[in-house]
């Protein structure tokens, strides 16, 4: 599939703001237009600004990635909580199995270290230690050392949690080629609207050079750079 490119080479929030200086500039002139062109009608210039409101409404290219970022980052919080549960359970457990290091373990600890940065292994980790706390003989004798239900419950809890974070992150990542082409579609229709009146604008003012001026797409000192293509980090 063929990639999107921008239809411009100047900056995105360039290129909303000289467009907004643009339909201003029509909208002060639009008889002159008009006369030229009848379709350029107050209908069209009002389609015209819907279009720049549309982009401006949209993302950026970072805010993606920030969104990428923060998911990522609420992970690491849930694998610490995960952690966290799973010591409460082995403090217990070395209290009601102090003299017996094989029940102290049962709980999975020897898997618990691998979980520690790993989402997945942390789901197991958590379910497995629950699967033994939450029943007797092992949650009486936890529970005679302090251990709550709330406690017991709690993994499932942070394990459930994690799972939707894991879901949550990665339909962050992929959404974010297709945010991004969107994004770039909308700014090209403004775009070519710009062009549109860039061009009528060259007749209406054929013999006003300074007008001629205030319509162009570009200033001199500028490279047009069109047809960027979009790359995908």
């Known amino acids: 599939m063929e990639k999107i490119k921008r239809l411009y080479g100047m900056p995105d929030e360039v290129m909303q703001t000289r467009a907004q200086t643009m339909h201003e500039l029509l909208s002060k002139d639009l008889l002159l237009f008009t006369a030229k062109f009848p379709w350029l009608d107050a209908s069209w210039v009002n389609v015209f600004q819907q279009q720049i409101t549309a982009a401006k409404n949209t993302m950026t290219d970072d805010s993606p990635k920030g969104g990428i970022r923060v998911t990522t980052e609420d992970k690491?919080?849930?694998?610490?909580?995960?952690?966290?549960?799973?010591?409460i359970i082995d403090v217990y457990a070395q209290l009601a199995y102090d003299e017996n290091p094989a029940l102290q373990n049962v709980f999975g600890q020897p898997q618990w270290e691998a979980a520690r940065s790993n989402a997945d292994k942390m789901i197991t980790a958590l379910t497995v230690a629950?699967?033994?706390?939450?029943?007797?003989p092992y949650k009486t004798e936890l529970m005679s050392k302090g251990?709550?239900?709330?406690?017991?419950?709690?993994?499932?809890?942070?394990?459930?949690d994690i799972e939707e974070k894991i879901k949550t992150h990665?339909?962050?990542k992929q959404d974010r080629p297709v945010s991004t082409e969107e994004r770039i579609v909308i700014y090209n229709t403004v775009f070519k609207t710009m062009k549109t009146v860039n061009i009528c604008s060259g007749?209406?003012?054929?013999?006003?050079?300074?007008k001629l001026t205030q319509f162009l797409l570009y200033k001199k000192s500028e490279k047009k750079n069109e047809e960027v293509e979009i790359t995908e980090e």
């Open 76 to 87: 690491k919080i849930a694998l610490k909580s995960g952690m966290d549960a799973l010591h």
């Open 130 to 136: 629950n699967g033994f706390a939450d029943k007797d």
């Open 147 to 160: 251990l709550t239900q709330q406690n017991i419950d709690d993994l499932l809890t942070i394990a459930a």
């Open 170 to 172: 990665k339909t962050t």
């Open 203 to 210: 007749l209406v003012y054929k013999d006003n050079a300074a």
